[in-house]
């Protein structure tokens, strides 16, 4: 009997970490070309002159609105709504009532009583459960990522970004643009329609010229503004990005956003798997990696595991409080970077291709991802001392590189190791050929690789 709900799912696998092993899903999707030109040059375009992104495909954007927005945002919140509102932005966080994360999206504040939560839709999921289920007045509205759209898209999302980025759109605007604060919006016309703009560049300090804008509107005006963009670029090396390049600039500004959402597990939480569907992405997508536990709970994050210690706000209640207060005073992992080492990283490429019967598991040049989410152990003399998450090759760096979640005795400089493939020869998973585990030297950073 097909399952309908991923409560019922998880009854029928038996085991949540199981499930999400064996799931056959590979990376997540990314519906526009890899390529435009070739990913390193397009790597180092938003370094060196200018790169635009199209995301108008690949985020699914969910619209609330009404007189309740505020309470919802609230209660389902880690964050401080007091001042939101029109052409605000956050980094929304939403944990579980144990204090985990169960996901982090961008919050645009399009009205004072609308807002738009963008990425994956597991935060859009967890607000309109309790939408639906907690009496608030707001409606929702979905827009879909394009695969699964039947309807077509509500809105265009282009993202400059690179030292020439302001020129073009100032050029593609006919004039100088009013600095938008960091985390905040802004709007001006481009080919005779109102743009709406984004400035969440990580590159921008306070007072500091823009390095970069998101860029937004309805659809319909999608095509003239990324024309009058694209003419605007030509005399300042502008590159279009694919979906390659992409990957490694989320990589670069360090956000880990594809992680195990805490929903699994706990009586609490029983209501939320019994309301979304069995294919929802959180029922379908899959963990791959050499970090092996049958307790799903192991593979959960907190705040603090992301670098997110310092959203939560403790003046107003919201689900996870509680847990989050006790846990504020404890030990704490914490994300760096860890730059892999060459020597290592080319033996084993060599031993995927050349390797024989005993070959390495397959590296992917620029994108190391074989699962949604990866969970690699992390060793330190041999012992467990957290996990690598996300592995990309980038132009900008030379070098392969990986985000990482580590105890916080481990200092900056330290030479780990990476396990690298799965137990057993591998899991089930398509994307995952048979192969023999092995070690690849990496060194602790704190702080990205690439120099802002």
């Known amino acids: 009997m097909t399952a309908t709900s991923l409560e019922e799912k998880i009854r029928q696998a038996g085991n949540p970490a199981q499930m999400l092993r064996h799931s056959s899903m590979g990376p997540y999707p990314f519906p526009y070309p890899s390529e435009h030109s070739n990913w390193r040059d397009e790597q180092e375009a938003w370094k060196k002159t200018a790169v635009l992104f199209d995301q108008s495909n690949h985020m699914t954007d ?5 007189p309740d927005v505020k309470r919802l945002l609230s209660d389902t919140g880690v964050n401080n709504f007091t001042n939101f509102g029109r052409d605000k932005a956050k980094q929304y966080i939403a944990v579980n009532y144990d204090g985990y994360m169960i996901g982090d ?3 645009f504040g399009l009205e004072e009583d609308e807002v738009s939560v963008v990425g994956l839709s597991v935060c859009g999921n967890w607000m309109q459960f309790h939408v639906e289920k907690g009496g608030y007045d707001v409606e929702v509205i979905r827009d879909e990522m394009s695969l699964l759209n039947r309807t077509g898209r509500r809105t265009y999302r282009y993202e400059i970004a690179g030292p020439n980025a302001m020129k073009i759109i100032e050029k593609a605007h006919g004039g100088p643009i009013e600095h938008i604060k960091f985390f905040n919006m802004g709007s001006f016309t481009i080919a005779g329609s109102t ?15 823009m390095t970069g804008l998101e860029l937004f509107g309805p659809a319909q005006h999608g095509k003239a503004v990324l024309d009058a963009l694209l003419s605007a670029g030509e005399e300042f090396g502008l590159r279009r ?3 390659l390049a992409y990957a490694s600039t989320i990589a ?13 597990t706990g009586a609490k939480m029983k209501a939320y798997r019994e309301w979304l569907p069995a294919e929802s992405l959180e029922g379908i997508q899959s963990v791959g990696g050499s970090f092996v536990s049958k307790n799903i709970d192991d593979y959960y994050f907190t705040p603090w595991d992301l670098g997110y210690g310092n959203m939560p706000k403790y003046d107003h209640d919201f689900i996870g409080r509680s847990a989050l207060e006790k846990m504020a005073n404890q030990p704490h992992r914490r994300k760096v970077w860890l730059r892999w080492n060459d020597e290592d990283v080319a033996r084993v490429i060599a031993s995927s291709l050349f390797g024989g019967d005993r070959r390495a598991k397959y590296l992917a040049v620029p994108w190391g991802t074989y699962a949604t989410m990866t969970y690699d152990k992390v060793l330190l003399k041999d012992r467990l001392v957290g996990v690598s998450a996300f592995t990309m090759y980038t132009a900008n760096v030379r070098s392969f590189y990986s985000l990482a979640v580590v105890n916080e005795d481990v200092a900056e400089g330290t030479e780990v190791a990476i ?5 057993d020869g591998g899991t089930p ?5 048979r192969h023999t585990q092995t070690e690849i030297r990496a060194t602790v950073r704190l ?5 802002r």
């Open 252 to 264: 670069e500004s360090g956000w880990l956003g594809q992680y195990v959402p805490a929903i699994y």
């Open 419 to 423: 396990v690298w493939g799965e137990e």
């Open 429 to 433: 998973k398509p994307t995952v050929e």
């Open 105 to 107: 999206a961008v919050l």
């Open 195 to 209: 743009v709406r703009a984004l400035n969440h560049t990580m590159a921008d300090l306070p007072g500091a010229p």
């Open 62 to 66: 969910v619209y609330f609105k009404g």
């Open 447 to 451: 702080r990205s690789p690439v120099s």
């Open 241 to 243: 990005g694919g979906f």
